[in-house]
Each structure stands twice: as C-alpha cells, then as structure tokens.
C-alpha cells in the first residue's frame, strides 16, 4: 500500500504513513467519519422516503395533464370537481381522452382487528388508458359491483394472505358498512398519510361514499393527442376553464407541486429538512474536528519539513491525502450502517427507504470535500507562521 | 565571498507593552567551510540569531544576506528554495515519528523533487550508514535511543549535500560521548564536503574543534576568536 500511494504520489506517502501509525487515533478517526456518514444518509433516506410516498401516491394512474380543484395542494386534500369540468375539457381539439379519478380514505379492518387507513383509487372501468401497469389489466374486472384490487403491501397487513388474493381466491371486507370483494392485489405500501391503497371502478367507488353520488371527480386526467404539446394544451385548458375553481397542470408539475408542498409546508416534510441540515452540520463539525485535531497533532512535524523548504502545497497534498483515505474507508461501514437502519426502518414502518446510488455518491464526495476544506481551513495555521514559531 | 553575511541586525519578540528586543547591532561574516561556534548564557539570543540566519524567522531589521541574497524582505518562494539549500539541525531531533529512519532521511532528498527512487535509496542509505545507523535503516524513531535519533536527524540534515549547515544544540539531548561523536562527525562529514557549519553549543570540549569561537550576550556579541591554523 505504502510503495502503491509512494508511486502514485511520487513522494512519500506522509499522510497515509501518518494515519496508520497510530492505530488507535486512526479508528477514532474512522469512527467519526463514518458517524457523520450514517447521520447523514439516515435523514436523507427519511426525507427521501417523503420523496417516493409521493411518487407511489401518484402511481395508480397515468396521464399527460391533471386538473384538480384550485384549493388542492396534495391529492386528497382539494375540494371535488363538478363533471362539468370533464366536459369541457374533452371539447378541446387536442384533448384526446379524459377520464374522472375518484379518492378518498376509508378505514380497513386488519386481519389482527387493528384499523388501517387506506386511499381509494376510483377509476372508470374503460379508463384502461389512465390506469397504472400494475392495475391496467385487471380494471376491466371490476366492473363487477363492489369488486376491489388490495394493496399487499398494506402496512401492518398478512401481505403473504393478500397476495394470494385472486378472481379464484376472493377476499371479503367490509368497509363503509358495505362488503367488498377483493378479486386482484399490487404493491404500493403505505406513506405518511396512509397505511396502504384500494382499487375500484368509479361505479363502487360512488356507491361506498354516497356523499359523492352526484359524480364530482377529485380530479381530471387528461390525455393529449399524438404531436400535441402538453404544455400548451395546458395554457389553452387553463383559459378554456377559467371561470372554474380549477387549476391545470402536467401530471409531472402535480407532483413536484405535491411533493414541494410537502417538504415546505407540512410540518413532517419541514421538521425532515431541518433534520437533514443538522444532520450535516454535525457531520460538518465531526469531520472538522477530526482533521483538525489531526493538523494539530503533527503541528511540529509540518513545522520541521517547512524549515527543510517545503511549500505550503506539500502540506495540503498530505491533508488531501489523509482526507481521501478517511473518506474512503469511513464511508464503506457508514454506509452498511446506513443500510441496515434503512431496512429496519422500513420494516418498522413500510416507508420506502431506500439506498440511491445519487445519495451514496454525494454523500461520499461531499465527504471527501468537507475533509479537505476542514483540512486545508486547519492547515492555515502552518502557511502563516514562521518554522520557528511552530517547534 | 562569504556564504553568510550579518548586518547591523536587531530582533525583537512581542509587541507594545511586552516588547522585547533579543538581538542588538550584529554584524558578522562566516568563511566558507569554517565550523564556526557560537556560545553564550540561555537567552543571550543564540537560537533567535541561528533561526533568522536559517531562514526559519522573518528578518525585521537589518540585512542577513544567505548566498548573496537579501532575507530582509524575501518572498516565500525564495525563502523555500534558500531553505533547501540548507541543513537545520535542531535542539531537539524534530523527526517524524510515523517514518522510519530511511524515510526521514529520504524526505530531506525529496524536498528538492521526485528524483529517480533508486538513486535516492541508495543516497539515503549511504548516508546512514556514515553516520553509523546502517544497521537501523528500516527503525522507526520511536525505537531508537536519543543519540540515533540525533544522528538520524544529522543524516536527513546533510543527505541532500548543503552548502551551509546550522546546529542549535545537537549535543544537549545526547550523553557526553555520543555527544562528542556526533560533533565530529558533523566536523568531518563538513570537511569532506566544504560545508559551512555554524553550531550552538554549550558544551566547552566541543571548542577544540572549532575554527571560530563567537559569544554572545543579552543579544550582542561580545566577542570573537578565531583559531589560526
Ligand atoms: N518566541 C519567542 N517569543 C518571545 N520571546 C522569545 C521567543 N523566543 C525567544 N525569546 C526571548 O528572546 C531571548 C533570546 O532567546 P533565545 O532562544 O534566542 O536564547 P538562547 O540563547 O537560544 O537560549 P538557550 O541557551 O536557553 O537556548 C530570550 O530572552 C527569550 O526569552
Ligand atoms: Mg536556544
């Protein structure tokens, strides 16, 4: 290793040398990066898991526009649409299907007796264009009354029993005071608002909350027509309906507005923002003062090699040296760490915590940066002084 | 023309209130491969004066000029290319502790650049073995005793061939005899090679070796003897 890094720096390798010898305070080094690490991935992982709650909140369905109420910030939160809205869109030369999508909560007895909140996908059987992959197929079978496709990935749920439901092996429930019939199961797991997700036909879906009945949409999707520019389908949409309570967007915008509004506006999403700048303020902090104890410690060392004419840029190169070599070492048991607290996370909860290699890759070189300012911010000491001053 | 030319220079530590002047008025020449000594009671500014000779400490006032040019003022590239024309000896050996002797020894080579590793090692090793550590070579300091230390520090000091060498003390960690041997293997290896040596020391068995005896006190010199030959 030592004649590899001599090689490869052309010089002795100092910082490598220096690390290594002392074992115990290169551990203790170590440790601390790799705490900053694990700080750092855990509340990104929390704040990325508000990052795909939203994205599978979104994933049941599919479109190129998406009109809610103009008071909706998420997607269950907005007052219902009149059908009006549907009609009207449809009359656009360039829109080339519409179709009503049907939400709300309803609560789901467990298998255990505890009650899960669950958000109902209502969606029009023929809609087959606007549903998700994973529904796709099966929407057409829930035209059968009160049929629904469950989420085996339900919070707290036996997903092992839900995902033998089938149109063969039905599974009854109640909700609403009516009986439901499962005929079909899909993924999705559950996010901050929800403990997992139902799909059904617009009809069962009106029929389970009849406050609904007079058919008032929560939203519209929208598909354009081949060659059409969704944006400017949507500018033209936003005038056409102006007088409405609407707004228009593409189904994209609807969900970086939702997640936006989540991370600035909703306590959870905030309170995770602000864990994550704290978190990498104490990495910050951790990582500073591990080189810069370091500095400190061979303070008399760098003073004797800056009387023997070394430039300052030599001692940088050694800090360099030192904060690769700690980043890159740190960073491989923070991130296992890491890992496996993401995954009991994600048991403990069913939130979607998981490694990203965008995540993994900046943090690590966020790392190796911090080391290196940290280093050269303790280093300065050394470039101003006299080598007599130092010894 | 001398290698090292003093001038009318004055050297103060602190400022304001607790300023405190350490070198009064010294003026001095040293002839090329002379071993010149300087002595003196503690804090009569022996080491203050080796330091700003050294290059090790910004001159205020007067003029120290190292190979004909000015340290008064000098810019910090050329306060480092003077730096590796010389060999600084100190009190204390001031080793690496993670290197061993041969990479000590080697870090003296490598301040003046890359250079082809093999010659390097076979410098490095030559050298030790001069000062008699051949048997040491691969020892890290913290398992050599005081005097090896010093010698290793003497090898990495003189490894790179300087024009001038300076000693603060280089016997005061060391016993008498290794003292003693120390010094004259300073004496010698100076002779051999032309080098200028000028050394602290307040050890009077040393003087019989010198060319040139300089005292000072309370900063000045007080006075100045040379041996004739
Ligand atoms: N860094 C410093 N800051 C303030 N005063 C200093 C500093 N270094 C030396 N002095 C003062 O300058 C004077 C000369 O010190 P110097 O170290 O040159 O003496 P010295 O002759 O080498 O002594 P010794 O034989 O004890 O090593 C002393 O009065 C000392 O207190
Ligand atoms: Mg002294």
Not at chain 1, 208 to 233: K, N, Q, W, Y
Not at chain 1, 323 to 342: D, T
Not at chain 2, 62 to 81: C, D, H, N, P, W
Not at chain 2, 139 to 158: H, W
């Amino acid at each position: 290793m030592t004649r590899l890094l001599a090689a490869l720096l052309g010089r002795l390798p100092i910082g490598w040398l220096q690390l290594t010898h002392n074992r115990g305070r290169m551990i203790a080094a170590l440790a601390g990066v790799a705490f900053a690490n694990v700080l750092v991935l855990v509340q990104l992982g929390i704040l990325g898991a508000l990052n795909g709650t939203v994205a599978i909140a979104y994933a049941p369905f599919e479109a190129d526009i998406f009109i809610s109420s103009s008071d909706a910030n998420t997607l269950t939160d907005g007052s219902p649409l009149s059908r009006r809205v549907l009609f009207r869109a449809l009359s656009d030369p360039q829109v080339e299907a519409a179709a009503p999508l049907y939400l709300a909560n309803v609560d789901w007895t467990r298998h255990d007796g505890s009650i899960a909140t669950m958000i109902v996908y209502g969606l029009p059987v023929e809609a087959q264009a606007f549903a998700g992959s994973f529904i796709r197929e099966a929407l057409p079978s829930l035209a059968m009354p009160d049929t629904a496709l469950i989420d085996r990935g339900t919070r707290a749920a036996d997903s092992e029993a839900l995902s033998r439901v089938s149109p063969e092996a039905p599974l009854q429930f109640e909700v609403n005071g009516r009986t439901i019939t499962a005929t079909g199961n899909f993924d999705l797991g559950g996010s901050f608002s929800a403990d997992g997700s139902l799909a059904v036909s617009d009809q069962t879906f009106l029929r389970l909350f009849p406050s609904r009945i007079s058919g008032t949409p929560s939203h519209i999707l929208v598909d354009v027509s081949d060659g059409a520019e969704s944006t400017a389908v949507v500018a033209r949409l936003a005038e056409r309906l102006s007088p409405e309570p609407v707004k228009v967007r593409t189904l994209e915008t609807a969900k970086a507005d939702d997640l936006t509004y989540q991370l600035t506006q909703r306590p959870t999403g905030v309170i995770f923002g602000f864990s994550v700048a704290m978190a990498v303020v104490i990495g910050l902090v951790i990582v500073y003062q591990v080189l810069s104890t370091d500095v400190a410690d061979h303070l008399s060392e760098y003073a004797t090699f800056k009387a023997m004419g070394y430039p300052h840029r030599f001692f940088l190169g050694i800090v360099l040296e030192e904060s690769v070599v700690l980043g890159l070492i740190g960073f491989l048991p923070g991130l296992i760490v890491a890992v496996g607290l993401y995954q009991f996370v994600a048991g403990l909860t069913g939130l979607p915590i998981e490694m990203t290699i965008a995540r993994a890759t900046s943090v690590f070189s966020g790392t190796i940066l911090a080391c290196a300012a940290s280093g050269t911010f303790a280093a300065r000491r050394l470039r101003a002084a006299d080598p007599a001053e130092l010894f | 023309m001398s290698p090292i030319v003093v001038e009318c220079l004055n050297h103060w530590f602190g400022a304001g209130e607790v300023r405190k002047q350490a070198i009064y008025d010294v003026s001095l020449e040293v002839d090329r491969g002379s071993l010149t000594i300087l002595m003196g009671p503690s804090g009569s500014g022996k080491t203050t004066l080796l330091t700003l000779m050294g290059c090790l400490r910004e001159v205020q006032d007067g003029s120290v000029r190292l190979f004909g040019a000015e340290l008064k003022g000098a810019g910090i590239q050329t306060l480092e290319a003077m730096r590796r024309r010389l060999g600084f000896i100190f009190q204390a050996h001031n080793l690496h502790e993670s290197l061993t002797a041969r990479q000590n020894v080697l870090a003296g080579l490598q301040v003046h650049g890359r250079g082809d590793p093999a010659r390097h090692n076979v410098a490095v090793e030559h050298m030790l073995r001069l000062v008699g550590l051949g048997d040491r070579i691969d020892y890290l300091p913290g398992n050599l005793s005081g005097g090896q230390k010093q010698r290793v520090a003497i090898a990495r000091a003189l490894v790179s061939n300087p024009e001038v060498v300076f000693a603060d003390e280089p016997t005061a960690a060391l016993d008498h005899d290794s003292g003693m041997a120390v010094v004259r293997m300073l004496k010698t290896l100076g002779q051999e090679r032309g080098t200028t040596t000028v050394m602290v020391t307040h050890d009077n068995r040393i003087l019989d070796l010198a060319d040139r005896i300089m005292t000072l006190e309370d900063g000045r010199i007080v006075g100045d003897q040379r041996k004739t030959p």
